[in-house]
Nanobody, 114 residues
Framework: QVRLVESGGGLVQPGGSLRLSCEAS????????MNWYRQAPEKEREFVAT????????VYADSVKGRFTISRDNAKNTVYLQMNSLKPEDTAIYYC???????WGQGTQVTVSS
């Protein structure tokens, strides 16, 4: 059974940082690309970042480039999203995605507010 469990969300002030984690199980994590997406209130879900199986091919959405860093630890079956210089417009539910079979995690809420 495939499971993707996100953690690390919370309330942070503008300019602050958070690190999201997504622990995967039920498939050979080290063989697959992983993605982060987010969905703000009343908006469509949008792509944030992707990382290939070895961590060598990484792409970011323009809106987060230079502020967010995606990484993975294949020994821990975990993909991370380090978010720095957070802005109020980064407020959203952040989802981990295994694109190969279309699985999604339950999401973790990130709120950026003073």
């Amino acid at each position: 059974q495939v499971r993707l469990v996100e953690s690390g969300g919370g309330l942070v002030q503008p300019g602050g940082s958070l690190r999201l984690s997504c622990e995967a199980s039920g498939f050979i994590f080290s063989s697959y690309r992983m993605n982060w997406y987010r969905q703000a209130p009343e908006k469509e879900r949008e792509f944030v970042a992707t990382i290939d199986s070895a961590g060598g091919d990484i792409v970011y959405a323009d809106s987060v480039k230079g502020r967010f860093t995606i990484s993975r630890d294949n020994a821990k079956n975990t993909v991370y999203l380090q978010m720095n210089s957070l802005k109020p417009e980064d407020t959203a539910i952040y989802y981990c995605n295994w694109p190969a079979d279309g699985y999604w995690g339950q999401g973790t809420q990130v709120t950026v507010s003073s």
